[in-house]
């Protein structure tokens, strides 16, 4: 049937108008929103890689040998947070207990565990480090302070009061200067702060940090208005503004997408508030944000750019202030740097970005506006570095303004708009590979479910790409057809947004126009929901298609897929001006050629450190877009760089931090493109290791050779050596295959409480390095781990080994020479 209209179509909405003042500021650049609770599970996981990019400003963990959870304790976490250069950690002094909710046992009981865990912090030298934190949502257990009766209110009340003055006094004598956080609840309640900051007060018990939860999408309407309310109770009570610390935040739908962590980051920076990600699934991945140990997700890289807000914030006014799922933003100006940032998201259509009072002392009567998105990529999908969509000269209006406009946003990503000083000459042209997206929901499902989840009601629920996913594709008949049409012949990169919680590796037969189909084997995530995104190549004729994805061994759920068309390996230009510094560089805006933010001035004691990702370990090629030669400094390695000769580097997949350094320089980018490449690494299959001990090869459908080393460690003599053979000498990046599904039950589901494992990895006769690896999903998901090394030409020995508990299962290793 065909619809004939009534009238002429409706016109097109009109774009919304976000709104920057960079004369109104708000003072410094906080970084406090970026904290997670249980963010870490190890010295090791997340890695250094993706922590130290981020600055984080605090996490929240359990006390050393907490029995909550089977992992992140606070000082085995405080080794790589305290190395990577991070801020505090809060040490939830409850989560000593091992149920949920925590087991009552009385004051005595709990006094005898303060005891024990505030003296351990206090022993060490960075105690100052560490805030205490007596009592988790004391709303909920034990006082169930949230009650509604009156009566029964102020009876719980007084017990918790109580508890507190004991508690907080007890810290006290053991450590004067310790600092405490509270009351902690689960939730905003005026009736309880306002009664606890009258009682903290008249006791003298009042903590150092003022904390409570917003774990509601409600939040992002009401967060505001809690705020506001408290500082006029504090004002009220006489008392100096405490630093407020939200210490859990945020729901599943929220936690990994761009789109909604910058509407949670915006009013937490904007008040200049602390705030820790929740903590509602596994441990070790900054709650949603790193892939695996070493991998950014679109989560990730938001959280990158707004480690790289520097300066004093300046107002922001949406088009829609304290409004669930709405444009919200925040912006910096860095008036030393010449730079002004805007990060911005969460609404879909167009909008218009206006930057007023945009100072030509500062930037003159011309600008480079460079704008760039993180897309969400699932929780476990990898992005690679945001994806530039425009930079062009701009002229400031005479009324000081600068409007960016942004057309076809999408709701989940984040973006990032720069303004730089435009100098001479034009920005390289940016080219944008075509793209389209297809949701699961919208394609021809046979014997499959569409389910909906992670909406504003469905706060805990997993988010999903359109808040819907495909699952239940487990007969024989399932499958999914999707109708796609490309504008040109050749090939194009498929991303297949999904989730496998089958137990193992799974696959689906993809097939075009009903062709013959190919096998797509997907590794596990941690649920049917928590999606990762697996990625393969097609050849497709212009025209429209029937993309299929039919049911395989095991199972999958589809959420989205994604075609972009392939132009070539690829590759990324990261902007000097944007990279974090050390020392005191210049900033050059003179020029506007190649990436149109000028450079970047280097003396003898600067450097700057560039956050470079890669698909997967391999060689890739590196140029340096500078005015002389410069030191590359990566995995221990320092190569020198000549301006615009091409390197050939290993880089580690995910992140790679990478220093550069130079006598005197200007640098404009560092330029890395490539697809990993695997010609000149050495490659040694388990069968190749000569086994000791209880160490045996055992036959492994997923392993690379058909075989793997399992049964590795938890004794001296149970150990796997690999002899090696080096062309030449010097660092390399040993890449570990390695698999393991390790778990504790703690007795309550409320978490997915997964543990690591850890190898000593001995080269030679050097000292053994102990290294942990990850939790994999399952036995028969094979992940790397890249661990660098030093090799001397010729034949090396590289020994795995753990006397004291189990190693990972083993599949091979690969070895790269960092400069190839």
Same mark, same amino acid.
């Given at each position: 049937?065909?619809?004939?209209?009534?009238?002429?179509?409706?016109?097109?909405?009109?774009?919304?108008?976000?709104?920057?003042?960079? $004369?109104?500021?708000?003072?410094?650049?906080?970084?406090?929103?970026?904290?997670?609770?249980?963010?870490?599970?190890?010295?090791?996981? &997340?890695?250094?890689?993706?922590?130290?990019?981020?600055?984080?400003?605090?996490?929240?963990?359990?006390?050393?040998?907490?029995?909550?959870?089977?992992?992140?304790?606070?000082?085995?976490?405080?080794?790589?947070?305290?190395?990577?250069?991070?801020?505090?950690?809060?040490?939830?002094?409850?989560?000593?207990?091992?149920?949920?909710?925590? !087991?009552?046992?009385?004051?005595?009981?709990?006094?005898?565990?303060?005891?024990?865990?505030?003296? *351990?912090?206090?022993?060490?030298?960075?105690?100052?480090?560490?805030?205490?934190?007596?009592?988790?949502?004391?709303?909920?257990?034990? +006082?169930?302070?949230?009650?509604?009766?009156?009566?029964? +209110?102020?009876?719980?009340?007084?017990?918790?009061?109580?508890?507190?003055?004991?508690?907080?006094?007890?810290?006290?004598?053991?450590?004067?200067?310790?600092?405490? $956080?509270?009351?902690?609840?689960?939730?905003?309640?005026?009736?309880?702060?306002?009664?606890?900051?009258?009682?903290?007060?008249?006791?003298?018990?009042?903590?150092?940090?003022?904390?409570?939860? !917003?774990?509601?999408?409600? #939040?992002?309407?009401?967060?505001?208005?809690?705020?506001?309310?408290?500082?006029?109770?504090?004002?009220?009570?006489?008392?100096?503004?405490?630093?407020?610390?939200?210490?859990?935040?945020?729901?599943?739908?929220?936690?990994?997408?761009?789109?909604?962590?910058?509407?949670?980051?915006?009013?937490? *920076?904007?008040?200049?508030? +602390?705030?820790?990600?929740?903590?509602?699934?596994?441990?070790?991945?900054?709650?949603?944000?790193?892939?695996?140990?070493?991998? &950014?997700?679109?989560?990730?890289?938001?959280?990158?750019?707004?480690?790289?807000?520097?300066?004093?914030?300046?107002?922001?006014?949406?088009?829609?202030?304290?409004?669930?799922?709405?444009?919200?933003?925040?912006?910096?100006?860095?008036?030393?740097?010449?730079?002004?940032?805007?990060?911005?998201?969460?609404?879909?259509?167009?909008?218009?970005?206006?930057?007023?009072?945009?100072?030509?002392?500062?930037?003159?009567?011309?600008?480079?506006?460079?704008?760039? *998105?993180?897309?969400? #990529?699932? /929780?476990?999908?990898?992005?690679?570095?945001?994806?530039?969509?425009?930079?062009?000269?701009?002229?400031?209006?005479?009324?000081? #303004?600068?409007?960016?406009?942004?057309?076809?946003?999408?709701?989940?990503?984040?973006?990032?708009?720069?303004?730089?000083?435009?100098?001479?000459?034009?920005?390289?042209?940016?080219?944008?590979?075509?793209?389209?997206? /297809?949701?699961?929901?919208?394609?021809?499902?046979?014997?499959?479910?569409?389910?909906?989840?992670?909406?504003?009601?469905?706060?805990?629920?997993?988010?999903?790409?359109?808040?819907?996913?495909?699952? #239940?594709?487990?007969?024989?008949?399932?499958?999914?057809?999707?109708?796609?049409?490309?504008?040109?012949?050749?090939?194009?990169?498929?991303?297949?947004?999904?989730?496998?919680?089958?137990?193992?590796?799974?696959?689906?037969?993809?097939?075009?126009?009903?062709?013959?189909?190919?096998?797509?084997?997907?590794?596990?995530?941690?649920?049917?929901?928590?999606?990762?995104?697996?990625?393969?190549?097609?050849?497709?004729?212009? =025209?429209?298609?029937?993309?299929? %994805?039919?049911?395989?061994?095991?199972?999958?759920?589809?959420?989205?897929?994604?075609?972009?068309?392939?132009?070539?390996?690829?590759?990324?230009?990261?902007?000097?001006?944007?990279?974090?510094?050390?020392?005191?560089?210049?900033?050059?805006?003179?020029?506007?050629?190649?990436?149109?933010?000028?450079?970047?001035?280097?003396?003898?004691?600067?450097?700057?450190?560039?956050?470079? /990702?890669?698909?997967?370990?391999? +060689?890739?090629?590196?140029?340096?877009?500078?005015?002389?030669?410069?030191?590359?400094?990566?995995?221990?390695?320092?190569?020198?760089?000549?301006?615009?000769?091409?390197?050939?580097?290993?880089?580690?997949?995910?992140?790679?931090?990478?220093?550069?350094?130079?006598?005197?320089?200007? %640098?404009?980018?560092?330029?890395?493109?490539?697809?990993?490449?695997?010609?000149?690494?050495?490659?040694?299959?388990?069968?190749?290791?000569?086994?000791?001990?209880?160490?045996? %090869?055992?036959?492994?459908?997923?392993?690379?050779?058909?075989?793997?080393?399992?049964?590795?460690?938890?004794?001296?003599?149970?150990?796997?050596?690999?002899?090696?053979?080096?062309?030449?000498?010097?660092?390399?990046? %040993?890449?570990?295959?390695?698999?393991?599904?390790?778990?504790?039950?703690?007795?309550?589901? /409320?978490?997915?409480?997964?543990?690591?494992?850890?190898?000593?990895?001995?080269?030679?006769?050097?000292?053994?390095?102990?290294?942990?690896?990850?939790?994999?999903?399952?036995?028969?998901?094979?992940?790397?781990?890249?661990?660098?090394?030093?090799?001397?030409?010729?034949?090396?020995?590289?020994?795995?080994?753990?006397?004291?508990?189990?190693?990972?299962?083993?599949?091979?290793?690969?070895?790269?020479?960092?400069? =190839?």
């Amino acid at each position: 049937m065909v619809r004939e209209s009534s009238g002429p179509p409706p016109a097109p909405a009109a774009p919304q108008r976000l709104t920057v003042d960079l $004369a109104v500021t708000e003072g410094p650049v906080l970084h406090g929103a970026n904290g997670a609770l249980y963010g870490l599970s190890d010295d090791g996981v &997340p890695g250094d890689a993706v922590l130290a990019p981020l600055k984080i400003t605090g996490i929240s963990q359990k006390p050393e040998g907490g029995a909550q959870h089977p992992n992140g304790d606070a000082f085995t976490v405080a080794r790589s947070f305290f190395r990577t250069g991070a801020g505090e950690i809060n040490v939830l002094l409850q989560d000593s207990y091992a149920e949920w909710p925590y !087991e009552d046992l009385g004051i005595d009981d709990y006094l005898a565990r303060v005891d024990r865990i505030v003296s *351990e912090i206090a022993a060490r030298p960075d105690s100052d480090r560490f805030v205490c934190v007596p009592f988790n949502e004391p709303d909920q257990i034990w +006082y169930h302070l949230d009650v509604a009766d009156q009566a029964e +209110y102020e009876a719980n009340r007084d017990r918790f009061f109580r508890d507190w003055k004991t508690v907080y006094e007890r810290i006290r004598a053991i450590d004067p200067s310790a600092r405490i $956080a509270g009351p902690n609840e689960a939730a905003y309640h005026s009736r309880l702060l306002t009664d606890f900051l009258a009682f903290a007060q008249r006791e003298n018990v009042l903590p150092q940090v003022l904390t409570w939860h !917003e774990l509601d999408s409600a #939040s992002l309407r009401d967060f505001q208005a809690h705020y506001d309310e408290y500082r006029a109770i504090e004002r009220k009570s006489g008392i100096a503004p405490l630093t407020v610390s939200v210490d859990e935040y945020g729901n599943r739908r929220d936690l990994s997408v761009p789109g909604q962590l910058v509407q949670w980051v915006s009013m937490f *920076e904007r008040n200049k508030v +602390y705030a820790h990600q929740a903590y509602w699934d596994a441990a070790g991945n900054l709650s949603g944000n790193v892939v695996r140990t070493n991998i &950014p997700n679109g989560g990730w890289w938001f959280f990158r750019w707004y480690a790289g807000l520097t300066g004093d914030t300046v107002q922001v006014t949406p088009p829609k202030p304290h409004t669930v799922d709405t444009l919200q933003g925040l912006a910096s100006l860095d008036t030393s740097r010449r730079q002004a940032q805007v990060l911005l998201g969460g609404s879909t259509g167009d909008a218009d970005v206006v930057v007023r009072n945009v100072s030509r002392a500062v930037f003159g009567r011309t600008v480079v506006a460079t704008v760039a *998105e993180a897309a969400w #990529s699932g /929780y476990e999908g990898p992005h690679a570095a945001p994806q530039v969509l425009a930079r062009t000269k701009v002229r400031v209006a005479d009324d000081g #303004s600068v409007s960016v406009p942004l057309r076809g946003l999408r709701r989940m990503s984040a973006y990032r708009i720069v303004l730089t000083p435009a100098g001479a000459g034009t920005p390289a042209p940016v080219r944008v590979p075509w793209s389209a997206s /297809y949701e699961a929901e919208e394609a021809a499902v046979t014997d499959g479910r569409i389910r909906t989840h992670g909406t504003v009601s469905d706060a805990n629920g997993y988010a999903a790409s359109g808040t819907q996913d495909v699952g #239940s594709l487990n007969s024989p008949s399932s499958r999914v057809d999707f109708t796609v049409t490309v504008p040109a012949d050749g090939t194009y990169d498929l991303a297949i947004l999904y989730g496998n919680q089958s137990g193992g590796p799974a696959t689906q037969r993809l097939s075009v126009d009903g062709g013959t189909p190919v096998t797509v084997t997907y590794p596990s995530t941690q649920n049917w929901s928590h999606g990762g995104r697996k990625d393969v190549r097609v050849d497709l004729p212009a =025209g429209t298609h029937v993309l299929t %994805l039919a049911k395989g061994d095991a199972e999958v759920t589809l959420d989205r897929i994604d075609l972009t068309a392939r132009t070539g390996d690829p590759s990324a230009s990261y902007e000097a001006t944007l990279a974090d510094i050390g020392g005191r560089p210049s900033y050059d805006y003179s020029s506007s050629a190649g990436a149109g933010t000028g450079a970047l001035v280097l003396g003898g004691d600067d450097r700057a450190v560039f956050d470079v /990702y890669a698909p997967r370990d391999g +060689y890739f090629t590196v140029v340096s877009r500078a005015s002389a030669a410069v030191e590359l400094a990566l995995h221990g390695e320092t190569v020198t760089a000549a301006p615009g000769r091409p390197l050939r580097l290993y880089l580690a997949a995910g992140n790679n931090r990478v220093t550069v350094t130079a006598g005197h320089a200007s %640098l404009r980018s560092l330029d890395v493109s490539g697809d990993g490449s695997a010609t000149g690494t050495l490659s040694y299959e388990a069968a190749s290791a000569i086994l000791t001990g209880g160490a045996r %090869l055992v036959d492994s459908v997923h392993a690379f050779g058909g075989r793997r080393i399992t049964g590795l460690g938890n004794d001296p003599a149970s150990t796997a050596r690999f002899t090696v053979d080096a062309p030449r000498s010097g660092r390399h990046l %040993l890449v570990v295959h390695y698999a393991h599904d390790d778990r504790r039950d703690n007795g309550h589901a /409320y978490n997915t409480d997964i543990v690591s494992r850890t190898a000593d990895i001995t080269v030679g006769a050097g000292a053994p390095l102990r290294v942990t690896f990850k939790n994999t999903w399952s036995p028969d998901d094979f992940w790397t781990l890249a661990v660098p090394v030093d090799l001397e030409r010729g034949r090396n020995t590289v020994t795995f080994g753990n006397a004291d508990a189990w190693a990972p299962d083993l599949d091979r290793i690969e070895l790269g020479r960092i400069v =190839g």
